[in-house]
């Protein structure tokens, strides 16, 4: 794990726009994993200005969302299907039928899962996947005790990861209890993985990550594992670590 640390949240924003760029330009026909959260938000801001004034083109991208709320419809305002519409689908020029996320509103989301897990297979695997952490270290919404070697599924949310996205919605209860997630395998199987946290709310999450044991309790720490996994982080967010960058 490459472990990359800049002074704030917009360098990190600027360095993964970056690397995110130049993955684009080298191999036009990418297949990037995508994430949600508000970490990410400013990366999108970033790619659809470089779109607009350096021509930078997603036509020939193809992506896959990491994770949608189960039961809710893609044109729900809180769904991620319709936040990536609104902060980079509509904004740029990649393709409507290149963009995938799970159906949140089927009837049968166990076989939504699996569904979406032979889509990304049939892609022929993704080469680039964007990853933020939660506070109780999950990655997609594969939390703590989520199976290292689990695949796409059906995962009930923490109540900590509840109450971080009480935000999005009108209540607490409002926020969906469940979720389809690509699961930890699924993730580690793309070829590279760049994992972007601002903020010292993560340092503790970050830490285990980076420098605690490979365990079920941290998911994210799976990626120590990874051959080609980058973190980027600001001084907040690595300011538990023991070890610095490296």
Known sequence: MKTLIVPDAQAVTLLAADILSEAIWTQPNLV????????MMPLYTEIVRRHHEDGLSL??????????????????PCSYHQTMVEVLF???DIR???THL????????STEAQRYEELITGSGGIDLQLLGIGVNGH??????GSSLSSRTRVEMLS????????????????VPRYAITMGIATILEARACLLLATGKAKAKAVAA??????SATCPASALQMHPNATVILDQGAASKLQHGAG
């Open 96 to 98: 409507p039928e290149a």
């Open 139 to 144: 990655i997609g919404f594969n939390e703590p």
């Open 32 to 39: 990037l994993g995508l994430a949600t959260g508000s970490t």
């Open 102 to 109: 799970p159906r949140g509103n089927v009837s049968n989301p």
């Open 209 to 214: 990550m980076i420098e605690g044991p490979l």
């Open 159 to 174: 109540e900590a990861t509840r109450h971080s996205n009480r935000q999005f919605f009108t209540s607490e209860n409002a």
């Open 59 to 76: 036509a020939g991208v193809t992506s896959f969302n990491l994770d949608e709320y189960v039961g809710l419809a893609p044109n729900h």
């Open 90 to 92: 509509k904004q740029t």
